[in-house]
C-alpha cells in the first residue's frame, strides 16, 4: 500500500487524518527493527500447545431438568 493509500483507510476506519508523510517517517523508524526480526536466527525446535474447549450454559439447561420429575432409583 502506498502512504497515501494508507491515509485514506485509516481516515475511512477511523475518522483521522494523517499526512502522508507522518505514515512514511513511522513506517521508516521500524523498518530497520522488522528487517532485523525477519532475518534473525529460528531455534531448531518450537514447542506448540494445542489447547481445545467447549463452554456450555448450564442455566438453561437446568432449568428445563428441575421443572421434570425425576426418580431416584
Not at 489447547?51 to 432409583?73: E, I, N, Q, T
Request: hydrophobic share 40%.
Amino acid at each position: 500500500m502506498t502512504t497515501r493509500e494508507i491515509s485514506g483507510h485509516l481516515k475511512e476506519i477511523y475518522g483521522v487524518e494523517v499526512s502522508p508523510e507522518l505514515i512514511s517517517r513511522t513506517t521508516d523508524s521500524v523498518k530497520e527493527l522488522l528487517d532485523s526480526w525477519r532475518n534473525r536466527n529460528l531455534d531448531p525446535l518450537y514447542p506448540i500447545v494445542f489447547l481445545d474447549a467447549l463452554v456450555l450454559s448450564m442455566f438453561g439447561m437446568m432449568a428445563k431438568w428441575l421443572k421434570k420429575p425425576c426418580m431416584l432409583r
